[in-house]
């Protein structure tokens, strides 16, 4: 049996999926907060962003599924140890990625190693070469194609199940839609395909194809190859970069749930109750946004690390340890981010305080903390969620910068702060060794743009600003 | 005027004090020094005299808050708090965990960070202003939009991408400028050149977006309008109309920021080895200096609120409407 193995981080990340779903549940119900989603979703920008952001999602929470495997060949007394390895839904979906190590640095679809080593030949000489890979391109020697044709089937074959995926998916979603409409799924597929649909159907099934091509190929050709390459230890970069994914999105997420009840309370409090208590609120936060916020992150980081160092009883394991570590990271990351929306909290609740139906509800002898939850608390939100989903895209290039600072998440966590500030060094070499940093770049730069091309649709849609013009 | 802002000063020294408290309990009480001596000194093996020899070399072995063996103010004063935390008020930064003169290396470092943070913000000011005018000119047109566009990919690059990429690609391989490093006199031109260009392109982004949202808010407003009744062109009606008021928004941004220069930015000074305050910084984190460390949060503090309050000041300047009292 293997034993489940919950982080704090996967606690909160399965609080936070829990919380989003039933959000989703309670707003179907509710016109007044379905509505605005809806213009959200009908932009065809958007909607293809949302796709994107869902595979990320999808990426993170099956890498939040930890569990450690069992040892064999113990158990004396039928009790069972277990692997001091963590290991998550992800690694075993992997699989292949994560075991097939080579020696060292080697190119995207290399068959042989990045630097030359000394081999002793067959005849007893010794010569200087390049020497092959364990795994990568292992097989050509069985098949005795040349590498580019073999890649070249792999790839048109991944394209072609892509393409047949993504039909089944039109087919699926026509006769799902067809029947709510009363339509017949032939009817409705053309439509589909014309554009024609409530949600843009069209745009979201064909960033879908896309991304099932670039999984298909993942799967076709991340088997034999090492796809993009493999750093300094030679552990596939691919396999890096996908762990990175749940940092990354941690980050952006856990920052924000952990400062958004602080924030929330404060704000409110301090521009419904004004007097002593705004002062104390202001003077918080004047002062914590007085520090800047990377120095202060040092400090606290730096103060975490000393303290880590003087209790190391309390950590199981260095997945544990760096599991910590994250986690303070998104609480001090979240402890200088809250100011902005108390602030804007505030002002908010200060002018929603004076607003009429406010005035009646305090009249009808409606008692204070009802006020602020039915009739003031609703009323802020749309500015909660506006800063949430701006917020996401810089908290997620914010880990990049603290891990190059050396304040970042922990040296053992992957992270594309880590990768890029590995590939500082690796850029100098002779030869340069430039994948680690285009992988690390290409997956952050997906997910930071999708995310911000959702939240300006997000912004426009439920700022009530924007939607006058 | 002169009352507003000697009010402005008193109302900083209780943030002020906030700010030490943070940082005192933050480095001494959820941290004894032992234990970081025992970090300094190597984390196995270490003896009790040999913590206490660090800690008496530092200045760390005195009581934190209160002496009750010395006598009179002493009890007071010949503390950790009043030591390295009080200090801080009169400037007087004291010496490293490493044993150099603090204020010493901050006058020689912040020159090399102005020299690339000034050329860097002027630059990228006008840029940003020249980029976020033409979206401006031609709004909802093809122009327009795709500017945007472009300027929400520019965003989405992380700022290392800019840094290590420009390296790579304009030092590297047409080889055009240094690396890094930096020299002084004339020399440091060859030096400022790229981490300027990088500075600039990296803020291109969010920069002409934001000022672009600047001047379409003006554009819409009712005496432009008028303006545009009158007859007057609309090249004169950017220029003269939207582009001086919403000059507003954008000065008071940029002199919120302008004392913090000095403080240099972390990332552009270590990648490319200059010598400033935000490599200092740098440094002492990863040295673990803790000492550096406090009087740069410190200092960061004093210069964020004195850029607060040149904000105020200079909206009186550049907005007659607007009377401090």
């Known amino acids: ?469 | 005027m002169f009352a507003y802002i000697v009010r402005r000063v008193i109302y900083a020294i209780p943030i002020l004090v906030g700010i030490n408290v943070l940082t005192f309990y933050l480095f001494f009480v959820v941290n004894s020094p032992d234990d970081m001596a025992r970090m300094h000194l190597g984390m196995k093996h270490v003896t009790g005299e040999a913590i206490q020899k660090w800690k008496a070399s530092h200045g760390y072995d005195k009581p934190l808050l209160l002496n009750r063996e010395a006598d009179g103010t002493g009890q007071l004063t010949d503390t950790i708090f009043f030591e390295k935390s009080v200090r801080l008020f009169a400037f007087d930064f004291g010496y490293s965990d490493d044993g150099r003169d603090i204020s010493y290396d901050i006058s020689q470092r912040m020159l090399p960070s102005l020299a690339i943070a000034i050329p860097a913000l002027l630059l990228g000011l006008l840029v940003n202003i020249t980029f976020a005018l033409m979206m401006a000119f031609f709004r909802g047109t093809y122009i327009d939009t795709s500017g945007v566009i472009l300027c929400v990919v520019l965003m989405s690059v992380s700022g290392m991408f800019y840094i290590i990429g420009g390296q790579f690609l304009l030092a590297k391989v047409f080889r055009l400028m240094p690396i890094s490093g930096f020299a002084g006199g004339i020399d440091a031109l060859k030096f400022i050149v790229l981490p300027v260009i990088i500075g600039v392109v990296s803020g291109i982004g969010s920069g002409a977006r934001w000022y672009r949202t600047f001047f379409l808010e003006e554009a819409g407003k009712d005496y432009i309008r008028t303006a545009r009744a009158k007859g007057l062109s609309e090249m004169l009606v950017l220029f003269r109309h939207i582009l001086r008021n919403a000059l507003i928004p954008i000065v008071t941004g940029v002199v919120v920021i302008l004392p913090l220069l000095f403080m240099g930015s972390l990332l552009t000074e270590s990648f490319f080895a200059i010598p400033g305050l935000g490599s200092y910084t740098i440094d002492a984190i990863n040295n673990q200096d803790f000492a550096i460390v406090r009087v740069m949060v410190f200092l960061g503090s004093v210069l964020y609120i004195i850029g607060l309050i040149l904000v105020d000041i200079t909206y009186t300047i550049v907005d007659p409407r607007v009377r401090l009292t």
């Not at chain 1, 309370?265 to 800047?292: E, K």
């Not at chain 1, 980081?301 to 000393?306: F, G, R, T």
């Not at chain 1, 986690?327 to 505030?346: A, D, E, K």
């Not at chain 1, 690390?440 to 013009?469: C, G, I, K, Q, Y």
Request: some cysteine; aromatic content about 8%.
């Open chain 1, 1 to 469: 049996m293997i034993r489940p193995v919950i982080l704090w981080t996967d606690a909160l990340v399965f609080l936070l999926t829990l919380v989003v779903i039933g959000f989703i549940l309670y707003a179907r119900s509710k016109p007044h907060i379905a509505t605005p989603w809806q213009r959200v979703f009908a932009g065809r920008i958007a909607a293809a962003s949302a796709v994107v952001l869902l595979a990320f999602v999808l990426t993170g929470l099956l890498d939040s599924l930890h569990f450690r495997l069992p040892l064999e060949g113990n158990g004396n007394h039928g009790e069972v140890h277990y692997a001091v390895e963590v290991l998550s839904a992800l690694d075993v979906l992997v699989e292949p990625l994560r075991t097939r190590v080579e020696k060292t640095y080697s190119a995207p679809f290399a068959t042989h190693l990045y630097a030359r080593e000394t081999v002793e030949l067959e005849d007893g000489s010794q010569a200087r070469l390049y020497p092959p890979l364990k795994y990568g391109g292992a097989h050509l020697a069985a098949s005795g194609l040349p590498r580019s044709t073999d890649i070249l089937q792999r790839s048109l074959r991944a394209l072609a199940e892509a393409v047949l995926a993504a039909a089944v998916a039109l087919w699926l979603l026509a006769v799902l839609l067809g029947r709510r409409s009363g339509q017949g799924a032939r009817a409705m597929a053309g439509l589909i395909l014309s554009g024609r649909t409530g949600l843009p159907w069209r745009t979201i099934l064909a960033t879908l194809t896309v991304l099932l091509a670039c999984i298909f190929l993942a799967v076709n050709l991340a088997g034999v190859y090492h796809v993009l390459g493999t750093d300094k230890v030679g552990q596939d970069v691919l396999y890096q970069t996908l762990k990175s994914v749940r940092t990354g999105l941690l980050i952006g997420t856990l920052t924000t749930l952990v400062m958004l009840p602080f924030a929330i309370f404060m704000g409110i409090v301090a521009g419904y109750a004004r007097g002593w208590i705004d002062d104390v609120v202001q003077y918080i936060y004047t002062t914590l946004n007085s520090i800047p916020h990377v120095l202060l992150i040092a400090a606290a980081i730096l103060m975490l690390q000393v303290y880590i160092a003087n209790h190391p009883e309390l950590f199981e394991t260095t997945v544990e340890r760096a599991d910590i570590r994250l986690l303070f990271l998104c609480i001090i990351l979240g402890i200088t981010s809250w100011t902005g929306l108390c602030r804007l909290l505030r002002g908010e609740s200060l002018k929603l305080r004076e607003a009429e139906y406010i005035q009646a509800a305090a009249a009808f002898g409606v008692s204070h903390g009802r006020i602020i939850t039915r009739h003031i608390l609703p009323n802020v939100m749309h500015i909660v969620l506006i800063t949430v989903v701006l917020d996401f895209s810089g908290l997620v290039l914010a880990e990049a910068v603290l891990s190059y600072v050396g304040v970042g998440v922990d040296s053992t966590t992957n992270s594309w702060g880590n990768m890029i500030n590995s590939a500082r060094l690796e850029m100098a070499r002779e030869p340069v060794v430039w994948w680690s940093l285009l992988s690390a770049f290409l997956f952050m730069f997906t997910l930071v743009l999708a995310a911000n091309l959702f939240s300006d649709a997000v912004r426009d849609a439920f700022d009530p600003r924007t939607r006058e013009r």
